[in-house]
């Protein structure tokens, strides 16, 4: 997934976000607004995904490649942690 998919990814859910707020305003068939909180969740999960891939693929490797060791071992932490944030 490339950075327009992310970005068309990021102003869909911004789109349902409005929707979904609207629905909840509405006092719309909470299930109905289950179903779109949904869809942007998979959504967000998709951008994350995207986002990770293109830091593994670039910002990780050039990490990696360098002599830097301290500047290594800060990748791995911030990875960790990030995937940590995202399995909770």
Same mark, same amino acid.
């Given at each position: 997934?490339?950075? &327009?998919?992310?970005?068309?990814?990021?102003?869909?859910?911004?789109?349902?976000? &409005?929707?979904?707020? #609207?629905?909840?305003?509405? &006092?719309?068939?909470? =299930? &109905?607004?289950?179903?779109?909180? $949904? /869809?942007?969740?998979? @959504? $967000?999960?998709?951008?994350?995904?995207?986002?990770?891939?293109?830091?593994?693929?670039?910002?990780?490797?050039? /990490?990696?490649?360098? #002599?830097?060791?301290?500047?290594? @071992?800060?990748? =791995?932490?911030? =990875?960790?942690?990030?995937?940590?944030? /995202?399995?909770?």
């Amino acid at each position: 997934m490339n950075t &327009d998919t992310t970005s068309i990814n990021f102003k869909k859910v911004r789109s349902l976000m &409005d929707k979904i707020i #609207k629905m909840k305003e509405r &006092d719309e068939y909470c =299930i &109905d607004i289950m179903q779109q909180n $949904l /869809a942007a969740i998979g @959504l $967000l999960k998709s951008a994350h995904q995207s986002l990770m891939e293109d830091h593994l693929h670039h910002c990780f490797l050039k /990490a990696i490649d360098s #002599k830097n060791e301290k500047k290594k @071992l800060e990748m =791995i932490e911030e =990875i960790l942690k990030v995937t940590k944030l /995202a399995n909770k």
